[in-house]
């Protein structure tokens, strides 16, 4: 993690205790962030291509890491003792190869991160596609998650709250209360490929807080706007560890699999996606939810014009 | 310690036991759920394996039986030494019907209520019918073998009716939020709710389809207590039946002082099977269930028990008296049945019921009859709650038997265990890898009702979640013209017939929940080579 300067610290408290007498709202808060620090990082390892399963999982804790650090830190996000929502793609019963959930190893490394910034805890959970039981340990993810010391959670189908998000297409939808009740929902999809909304990236994931979801897919970019809108992102974390090329999101063979060893964390929602859509190879045309994104305001899909920050990882 | 004292003694050892397998019984019913990973323990269809009346049945009608199936040849040992004690010392069915039929029961004899009856004949005769179809390959007995009965009825009736108790009323409390101060009630109601969710249940909201009349006979049986004390055990149990064959001279044997016993029947009125068909005399070993309350209630302690070598006639044992003319008539009774069982459009022709999809592995259907006993463990065990129990979908003859009705949960990718449970094998036991090349039959696309054919909206939920790695459903672009005229582009999905295995996850998350727009039939079953109307392309090859 880079660390700050005294007067880089002074600068941003008196930044902070100014905007915040301004507003308390998050929009207020992005616009700090985009003021002072990176809104965007992306971490592409460099090393050695050709890696045993074993340098892959420390490739992805390094990549974790320095994007993470990239961006400032978790702190940036984390007051202390507040309880952090790591959602994760744990949509599906696969293994961490077939790329089908977001990575194990980006999921433990986030939660050790977050606990160094000072959350008092931190819930790991999804509403998957397929068997919680069997996508939580298929996906490595539950095991991954319970000893990095996060509380592994099954969204009980029966617990959601209808909830109003005042969206466009969608004004109300049951959405789990635990995760809305969380200081931080700190969202971590995986780039894979979606036949009918092209790519499923970060937007997407969103689509794991709330039942009802197969409603979405008849106007899949708009729901995923008035969803993203309702969430009100602070901070996303983009895996491109392996990515599902083909015949996502659950994908299953691993000739679909590709392995780019990358991720990007930021602040900007669309501009994540953006960049995910570039890492399977489309253009941001492809996937109406990022256009549509940037329309309602929600981010900006040049994420090259953002405070962009690259980081090589070897 | 008195006579009387060891009798009770006795009694109070045989209670004890009876409730120790009720609650084993139960215990495995209820451990039969999703193990966390690896297969699930042999020990959950422990009951099923020493019932030689399954053993038998399966024997005749299948000519083949899974080896642990040859511990029910154990039972009939005990039996052929001991008489009748797996009715009255084992059976958890047998054990409920001794609570009921003890409730309220006076202890003042009555002749009609505690003697012997001749109708006891019955279930022998039942028997006769039910193993003469089973010599013709009609397994029809088994589904009222006792333990499958009561199997059957808990896991489809009686669990799921306390688990609905129990999810109702803590999401009741939950949304209700009443509380005192910073006291919430669902703090206390919620963990215990988790804790049944986690351990005891697995599928959420699980139901099965026709308990009405599973419970019914359940409910039925247990009230006619009240006619007679254990009614079924009496007269109707075919298992009881076959035991009672085997216990004809037994080595433990009851005897009485006739000088000292003066017919007050005090030993005849806590009975359980209506043994003697006088009170105080003519004992038959066959109809004993070894309660063993008759020695302790003589107040002349007349009656005991003695140990006597099978050739030997003393103490004299009384008959139960089947006629070679009845069960000749009996058998043929149940040749008749099967034959009514078979005159069907679905059992004479290669005609299939589109909704009789068998779980994977099950054999083909005339052979998977001949072993199946619907005992419901396969259904208890399914991941999804998808394994439903049959009404008609496959005949008379294949009531109670599973079957997979996607809308309510489909068969999950990467599970295989309704073939691991199987006490009697009418589902091979697959290897995950073989599961996931078994078909179970085919979907197809409704286009009245799916959402883009029927109504021009984008959808493919079937597509997305479609397990298989190339995905068997696929999407076409298609131009279609909307009602004012303007072409719009639009995914339409298709089936692959090689790749389709009808899991059914395509029709379960279709948003359709009433009539899905894709729905899986029994076409193209693996199971059955007269089945598979789609020549398969690329040269036959199933693989993926």
């Known amino acids: ?314 | 310690m008195s006579k009387a004292r060891r009798g009770w003694l006795r009694v109070w050892t045989r209670r004890t036991v009876q409730l120790a397998f009720l609650l084993l019984f139960l215990g495995l019913l209820l451990a039969a759920r999703p193990p966390a990973e690896g297969s699930p323990s042999p020990w959950l269809k422990a009951f099923f394996l020493i019932d030689p009346l399954i053993l038998l049945a399966t024997w005749l009608a299948a000519h083949a039986v899974p080896l642990a199936a040859l511990w029910a040849l154990a039972t009939l040992a005990v039996t052929i030494l001991l008489g009748r004690v797996f009715c009255g010392w084992v059976c958890p069915l047998g054990t409920l019907h001794a609570i009921a039929g003890g409730i309220g029961r006076r202890r003042k004899p009555d002749a009609a209520r505690d003697r012997w009856s001749p109708w006891q004949r019955t279930k022998y005769y039942l028997l006769a019918g039910f193993l003469a179809m089973a010599v013709f390959g009609g397994h029809w007995v088994a589904v009222f073998d006792p333990l499958v009965l009561l199997y059957r009825t808990t896991t489809t009736a009686l669990v799921p009716g306390v688990q609905w108790a129990i999810e109702e009323g803590a999401k009741k409390v939950y949304d209700a939020d009443v509380g005192v101060g910073e006291y919430r009630a669902h703090q206390a109601t919620e963990p215990v709710y988790t804790w049944l969710r986690d351990h005891v249940f697995y599928v959420q909201g699980q139901a099965f389809l026709g308990t009405g009349l599973i419970l019914g006979l359940f409910v039925v049986t247990l009230a006619l207590n009240r006619y007679r004390p254990r009614f079924w055990c009496r007269y109707l149990c075919p298992l009881g039946a076959l035991l009672g064959v085997f216990s004809w001279r037994p080595l433990l044997r009851r005897t009485g002082r006739k000088e000292a016993c003066n017919e007050c029947g005090l030993c005849a009125a806590p009975c359980h099977g209506a043994a003697a068909e006088t009170f105080g005399g003519q004992w038959k070993p066959a109809e004993c269930l070894g309660c063993l309350n008759c020695t302790p209630a003589c107040p002349k302690e007349s009656l005991g028990w003695t140990v006597q070598l099978p050739w030997r006639r003393e103490p004299a044992l009384s008959r139960v008296g089947i006629s070679r003319r009845g069960a000749i008539a009996a058998a043929a009774g149940g040749l008749a049945a099967l034959a009514f069982f078979r005159a069907t459009p679905q059992a004479r022709g290669k005609k299939y019921n589109p909704a009789l999809i068998r779980p994977p592995g099950a054999r083909p259907e005339r052979e998977f009859l001949q072993r199946c006993t619907g005992c419901g463990l396969c259904m208890k065990v399914c991941r999804t709650g998808g394994l439903q129990p049959t009404l008609i979908e496959a005949g008379l003859e294949g009531i109670w038997t599973p079957r997979l009705v996607p809308l309510i949960g489909p068969c999950d990718h990467t599970c295989n265990l309704c073939g691991q449970v199987c006490p009697t094998e009418a589902i091979r036991p697959l290897s995950v890898e073989e599961k996931q090349q078994t078909k179970i039959g085919l979907a197809a696309f409704d286009t009245t009702r799916c959402i883009p054919y029927a109504y021009g909206r984008p959808c493919i939920i079937c597509e997305e979640q479609c397990p298989i790695p190339d995905k068997a459903i696929y999407a076409i672009d298609t131009e279609v013209k909307g009602r004012d005229g303007q072409v719009t582009t639009i995914a339409l999905p298709h089936v692959d017939p090689d790749k389709c295995i009808g899991c059914g996850v395509c029709e379960n998350v279709c948003p359709l929940n009433d009539r899905p727009g894709i729905r899986v039939m029994s076409a193209n079953e693996s199971r059955d080579p007269d089945n598979q109307p789609i020549l398969p392309g690329g040269g036959g090859d199933y693989a993926w």
């Not at chain 1, 050695?48 to 650090?69: F, G, H, M, N």
């Not at chain 1, 939810?289 to 690259?310: F, M, P, T």
């Open chain 1, 1 to 314: 993690m880079e660390k700050q300067t005294r007067r880089e610290f002074l600068a941003q408290t008196a930044a902070a205790g100014t905007l915040a007498l301004a507003a308390q709202s998050p929009l207020a808060r992005q616009a700090w962030a985009a003021d002072n620090a990176p809104e965007m990082t992306i971490a592409r390892w460099t090393g050695p291509k050709d890696l045993t399963a074993d340098q892959i999982s420390r490739a992805a804790v390094k990549l974790t890491e320095q994007a993470v650090a990239g961006l400032g830190g978790l702190e940036r996000f984390i007051g202390k003792g507040s309880v952090v929502w790591l959602k994760p793609n744990i949509g599906w019963d696969r293994t961490p190869e077939t790329a089908a959930d977001t990575n194990p190893d980006v999921v433990a490394t986030l939660i050790r991160l977050c606990f160094e910034a000072g959350a008092k805890t931190v819930k790991v959970g999804d509403n998957p596609c397929d068997i919680a039981q069997r996508t939580y340990a298929a996906s490595g993810i539950a095991e991954a998650a319970k000893k990095a010391g996060a509380e592994v959670l099954f969204l009980d189908r029966t617990r959601f709250r209808e909830t109003a998000i005042g969206g466009d297409r969608i004004k109300s939808i049951p959405i789990h209360p635990a995760i809305l009740e969380c200081d931080l929902v700190l969202n971590v999809p995986v780039v894979k490929h979606h036949r009918l909304a092209t790519a499923t990236l970060c937007m997407k994931n969103y689509m794991g807080v709330i039942e009802k979801r197969n409603l979405f897919h008849q106007a899949i970019p708009e729901c995923l706007v008035d969803i993203t809108r309702f969430m009100k992102p602070q901070i996303c974390v983009l895996d491109a560890v392996r990515i599902l090329t083909d015949h996502g999101p659950k994908g299953g063979d691993l000739k679909d699999v590709a392995m780019p060893l990358a991720l990007a964390a930021g602040t900007d929602i669309v501009a994540l996606d953006a960049w995910g859509a570039e890492v399977l190879g489309l253009k941001v045309a492809d996937v109406p939810s990022i256009g549509l994104g940037e329309a309602a305001g929600l981010g900006r899909s040049d994420y090259r014009s953002l405070a962009l920050k690259e980081i090589a990882v070897s």
